[in-house]
């Protein structure tokens, strides 16, 4: 049920580096995109599939992960993602950096929900050097590198929490470094 991936699909920040992510699986997760919306039906978005060790560990330190939690540095040393798919935009197709921010929402959010149902996880990385990671991956320049998407086997605890009586939404870590993420209640969205 969908109710179900959407409950497990967290943002992880810590995964099983024993578990190596096949490129299949990645292709695979990166193919589910092919049906979704895309603004106009222009289909300006392009993937880069890294699963290759030497590669995922040289993307590892252009990406800035929870901004929230920066003195705990994540992932930690050890619990890094075994692949990243970046999500770009081929200008060629259109120069709109800003129209077709909700195409990479909704692949973003698809690719993540197939890596659930598939035993995976990840997490949406926006904040990462661009130009940097362009230049790594020896992108073509119409390709602008967008969102990045970590991959791998979670292992962490993340647990859906109520918002406190603060309004806080927050995310945090307990004493035992569980992850918590406060959702709103569906009282407190509905108009």
């Not at 060629?92 to 598939?118: H, N, P, V």
């Not at 997490?123 to 590198?145: N, R, T, V, W, Y």
């Not at 929490?161 to 004493?175: I, K």
Request: hydrophobic share 40%.
């Amino acid at each position: 049920m969908l109710i179900n991936l959407l409950q497990k699909n967290r943002s992880y920040r810590s995964y099983d580096e024993a578990h190596h992510v096949s490129r299949a699986t990645l292709e695979e997760l990166i193919d589910c995109t092919r049906y979704t919306a895309s603004s106009v039906n222009m289909q300006p978005l392009k993937y880069f599939a890294a699963n290759e060790p030497e590669t995922v560990s040289r993307i590892q330190p252009l990406t800035h992960w929870a901004g929230k939690l920066k003195e705990l540095h994540l992932p930690r040393q050890g619990h890094r993602p075994t692949a990243f798919i970046i999500i770009c935009q081929d200008r060629s197709i259109s120069d709109s950096l800003t129209m077709f921010q909700r195409d990479i929402g909704i692949a973003a959010q698809t690719i993540l929900l197939a890596a659930t149902e598939k035993g995976l996880g990840g997490c949406m990385i926006g904040s990462f050097e661009k130009g940097a990671l362009k230049e790594l991956l020896q992108l073509p320049a119409q390709i602008e590198p967008m969102l990045a998407l970590a991959i791998g086997k979670p292992d962490e605890t993340v647990a859906l929490t109520a918002v406190g009586l603060d309004g806080s939404t927050d995310y945090y870590r307990d004493e035992n470094d569980r992850h918590h993420v406060p959702k709103r209640a569906l009282n407190d969205i509905l108009l």
